[in-house]
């Protein structure tokens, strides 16, 4: 079975509130959704966004390269239905993951990726009228998700903790490394009490000289890890934070690649792993490095990009559920954020941050064409 239509959606999602840390301020959400579509009308769906930041990649040239060099090769693809869905996307991701990124300025074509497998992946298992737990079994029946506040006013940020305690969510990271870091943790730390547990993320914004500064004076407020103190190509800085802090270190920007997993775990960098799956090229390639992480016995997260749909956010509640062990959860935020999702159900976590693994055909979700196509600012529709 071949594919007849690929569509690929840059959306504008406006939030509910702004979204902001050291190295952005957000407003909306710009996700990429791919739409491939068969002879028969079966459709698959599947999202990424761009951090240039991270990956290198704008919205742009991520759109760019998904019209010019990855949807060419998928009209070339012929799935036969006695197929393992999980396996021929497996094995359609590793032969993309021999070439090498060689356009400067771009680390890794992740989110591009990560959108055309997720989209090839809840296809496939829909012709085949499969879920995807069926070949991603979940070692748990539920996922338990962290709440997330950004670089708020101590105000807005206390406020915003007081809500999560009042539902039940009791593990809270803080986006930090911009002013005001320790005013905002002592206000959480005021609403919160002493036996809810915070970390906290910098982005990147320190060096690590001023990373094990900062985080010294911020003793106090009994931080439980910090994610990315340093700049994401400074590893010798990580291992520094780590060794002088004495706080557990987790690396986000710095882990786009296996490659990058696997330096940071033989250089013994980092405590952490947080894996994006937009970030990390997709299910496929985050799954190589969480089996990096359980060889060297480095822990796991798996985190979310702000602003992510249903889409995404099903992928990484998949990705959570089939982990023996996993840390800490971050996502399905739904419309807490997001002004309005393109599912028609609801894939955001509930009270105490509890969330059902998805049973449903695909990736779980089903997405509502009216909301992708009232949030989108640009659509190509390309046709064998």
């Known amino acids: 079975m071949r594919l007849m239509t690929i569509a690929i959606y840059r959306l504008c999602i406006p939030f509910t509130r702004p979204f902001r840390h050291a190295r952005c301020h957000r407003h909306a959400s710009d996700a990429v959704i791919v739409r491939l579509e068969d002879r028969d009308g079966v459709r698959g769906y599947g999202e990424g966004l761009a951090r240039p930041y991270v990956t290198g990649e704008g919205v742009s040239a991520m759109i760019r390269f998904i019209n010019t060099r990855l949807a060419p090769a998928l009209f070339e693809l012929d799935f036969d239905v006695h197929d393992d869905p999980f396996e021929w996307v497996q094995q359609i991701g590793a032969k993309r993951a021999a070439g090498r990124c060689t356009q400067t300025g771009v680390v890794a074509w992740h989110a591009a990726h990560c959108a055309v497998e997720l989209a090839l992946l809840d296809w496939a298992l829909r012709r085949t009228d499969r879920a995807l737990t069926d070949y991603l079994p979940p070692a748990r029946t539920h996922v338990t998700y962290s709440g997330v506040i950004s670089a708020d006013s101590p105000e807005d940020a206390a406020s915003l903790a007081r809500r999560f305690v009042t ?11 911009t002013e005001g870091d320790e005013a905002r943790l002592q206000a959480i730390r005021n609403v919160v009490g002493p036996s809810c547990e915070l970390r906290a993320d910098a982005n990147g914004a320190w060096t690590a000289e001023q990373a094990v500064r900062q985080l010294a004076r911020l003793e106090p407020y009994r931080l439980t890890g910090i994610e990315q103190p340093v700049a994401a190509g400074d590893i010798a800085g990580m291992c520094r934070v780590k060794r002088e802090s004495g706080i557990p270190v987790a690396a986000d920007e710095s882990l786009v690649t296996r490659d990058h997993a696997l330096n940071l775990a033989r ?56 982990l023996p062990e996993v840390a800490y959860v971050e996502g399905s935020f739904g419309t807490r954020l997001l002004s309005e999702d393109i599912a028609e159900d609801n894939p955001a976590f509930g009270f105490g941050g509890e969330a059902p693994v998805l049973p449903g055909i695909g990736l779980g979700v089903t997405v509502d064409e009216r909301a992708l196509d009232r949030f989108a600012v640009q659509t190509i529709v390309l046709n064998r």
Not at 167 to 177: E, N
Not at 284 to 294: M, Q, Y
């Open 167 to 177: 539902f039940g969510i009791t593990r809270l990271k803080v986006k930090i490394g």
């Open 267 to 322: 250089r013994q960098a980092c405590d952490l792993f947080n894996i994006r799956i937009s970030k990390c090229g997709g299910i496929a390639r985050s799954l190589d490095i969480a089996a990096i992480a359980r060889t060297y016995g480095i822990g796991m997260q798996v985190g979310a990009q702000v602003g992510e749909t249903a889409l995404l956010s099903a992928a990484g509640r998949h990705l959570a559920a089939s």
